[in-house]
């Protein structure tokens, strides 16, 4: 809320350096009524995009809350709090590399974007993917996305680097029997790609996703025990969980293999025909502590809300 209230700041006193892009799967609704209808064409994402110009500053904070966050649309309701969700804040190296990111929007998550400011000072040469990204705003058509998935690796400003996979409504493979299948960005994309088997965590009400990868297992968790954290509360994903996140399996077999991915899709097919994305990085403490809490069977501890 912080992060968030900065960009309200700059809003309030019109900065001319600062420019922001919210964007969400659903619209912020006032009086439990959206602002405006939502197009399922756009991908199944969910985040906020900001920088500054002054001081070539940028962060993109990847999150699941449905319906937050808007800038300058006032007295919206506030997001629900009933389930988990997750909340990853990148602060960039510099404005280049959030435009960088800005042509993956565009070309495959396709996000509906639901607030967006370009600033006065903004140099739409110089920045070119994210004046394109501007374009993007609903009720826009959403052009067709690209065919190939993508997978670029991108520093923070601190040098921690990051790995961006992303996938189109338009990302799609034939099966042998030449029938034409979309693909999923966990079991299809990620897992096979950094050359691990990986555990999800993501909302699954609906078909699962089959995983059709002969090499790398892609298996969805079925219940968070926090336990092991010391934390006495436990939780089946129907429950609480809205979170998008994954871990690889093999965290044994060498330091390298220690990903933590948080994603903003879910791991079921309705999601084959949208776009969305999963940003991988390595840190080993982290992983094996996510690692500790997955359940693939109803926990011992006495089951409660998720509180974090």
């Not at 299948?181 to 699962?208: H, M, N």
Request: hydrophobic share 40%; proline share 8%; with cysteine.
């Amino acid at each position: 809320m912080n992060t968030i209230q900065q960009l309200r700041d700059a809003a309030a006193r019109h900065d001319p350096q600062v420019g922001w892009f919210c964007y969400n799967d659903e619209h912020p609704k006032i009086n439990k009524e959206p602002v405006q209808k939502d197009n399922p064409s756009f991908g199944h994402t969910k985040g906020v995009f900001a920088f500054d110009l002054e001081t070539d500053t940028a962060i993109w904070m990847l999150h699941s809350w449905p319906c937050y966050p808007a800038i300058t649309i006032p007295a919206v309701d506030p997001p629900s709090p009933l389930f988990g969700q997750t909340f990853l804040c990148i602060s960039l190296k510099d404005v280049a590399t959030a435009d960088v990111i800005a042509r993956v929007f565009h070309y495959q998550s396709q996000p509906q974007i639901i607030d967006l400011h370009l600033p006065e000072a903004f140099n739409v040469r110089k920045y070119p993917n994210l004046l394109q990204l501007a374009s993007d705003v609903p009720p826009a058509w959403v052009p067709p996305g690209s065919s190939v998935p993508a997978d670029i690796t991108f520093t923070s400003k601190n040098g921690t680097e990051f790995r961006l996979f992303a996938k189109s409504k338009d990302w799609i493979a034939l099966a042998t029997d030449k029938v034409q299948k979309a693909k999923d960005l966990y079991s299809d994309l990620i897992g096979p790609t950094l050359c691990v088997d990986l555990e999800v965590e993501s909302w699954q009400i609906g078909d699962p996703d089959q995983d059709s990868d002969p090499n790398y297992t892609t298996e969805d968790i079925q219940w968070i025990d926090l336990n092991a954290l010391g934390l006495n509360y436990a939780w089946n994903f129907l429950d609480h969980d809205h979170a998008k996140w994954a871990v690889s399996m093999d965290l044994d077999k060498q330091s390298e293999t220690d990903w933590v991915i948080v994603a903003d899709i879910s791991r079921i097919e309705s999601q084959y025909r949208r776009g969305g994305v999963g940003i991988a990085f390595q840190n080993q403490a982290l992983a094996h502590s996510l690692h500790s809490i997955i359940k693939m069977a109803p926990p011992m501890a006495p089951l409660g809300p998720a509180k974090h």
